[in-house]
């Protein structure tokens, strides 16, 4: 799925997303770590702005389709990337800190 792997530019994924339905009964894909690891990586590069990073997230969490525990550590980061004014902004060092518990 483009979403999961940011394939494409997020804006055009989410237009995408809008367009079709789907009526699922659970995941289709999986939230992996090297999900969040390739993120934050072209986040820490420059390829993408926190902003992105935070819609991805958001993105992620509000589908049925993308599964995750939200309570290992893939789950608490992308909660952490979706809800920056609740938990910790986004910022060079502190991706490199995720990216360290994420390895």
Do not use: F, K
């Not at 991805?56 to 993308?66: L, T, V």
């Amino acid at each position: 799925m483009d979403l999961v792997g940011l394939t494409r530019p997020l804006d055009e994924i989410l237009v995408d997303l809008r367009r079709s339905s789907l009526d699922c009964d659970g995941p289709l894909i999986m939230l992996e770590r090297r999900h969040i690891d390739a993120a934050l990586s072209r986040y820490a590069d420059g390829q993408l702005t926190g902003a992105t990073i935070e819609n991805w997230a958001n993105a992620i969490e509000g589908r049925d389709d993308i599964g995750y525990d939200p309570c290992s550590i893939v789950g608490r980061i992308l909660h952490e990337l979706a809800n920056p004014v609740l938990t910790e902004p986004l910022s060079p060092s502190r991706a490199t800190g995720l990216l360290t518990s994420v390895s």
